[in-house]
């Protein structure tokens, strides 16, 4: 902990974007999000962010070929085959 108001060469000041305190750059980390934030406000980054998906087979385990297409002309079907 550095005192207020005291100089040290490079050390400034920045403006913690999360807590909006006022912190020397010596209390600030870089987080993940590449924000400059104080050591407080500094969390890593989530390991769940780091998962990856595994491709799924789509296909069903027993197919069989898609039938030919049958076509119906008029009169085919009349009332006594309902």
Known sequence: MT???VYIPGDNYFLCPV???KKRVSEGRRRWDNEFVCVNDWEPRHPQEF?????DKM????TRPEPADVF???GDVTPEDL
């Open 59 to 62: 296909l069903p385990a027993i």
């Open 3 to 5: 005192v207020q108001g």
């Open 72 to 74: 119906i002309d008029v």
């Open 51 to 55: 998962v990856r998906g595994r491709a």
């Open 19 to 21: 807590c909006g305190f």
